[in-house]
């Protein structure tokens, strides 16, 4: 099993309970627990994959946290506090 695939198999339905209400949702289908599972892992893999690409680009073997900003920013889901401010 792959390191994703590991980390996202231990996520407990509780803890997807807790994101969803954090998103809103009031009530849950049984059934959506392995498709949130299925869409974390589509974005974690894309995510990291573009994270190994920025490495290896820069012929470096650790990714810093620039790298981490840059590749979510560049998929359109900046994290807020890094980066310079846009007025």
Do not use: Q
């Amino acid at each position: 099993m792959s390191a994703p695939s590991r980390v996202l198999a231990d996520r407990s339905n509780p803890s997807n309970r807790r994101m969803a209400r954090r998103g809103g949702v009031k009530r849950i289908s049984s059934g959506i627990y392995e498709e949130t599972r299925g869409v974390m892992k589509d974005y974690l893999i894309r995510v990291l994959r573009d994270i190994c690409a920025m490495v290896d680009h820069g012929g470096r073997k650790t990714c810093t946290v620039s790298d981490v900003v840059w590749v979510l920013k560049r998929l359109g889901r900046p994290i807020y506090g890094f980066g310079s401010a846009e007025r």
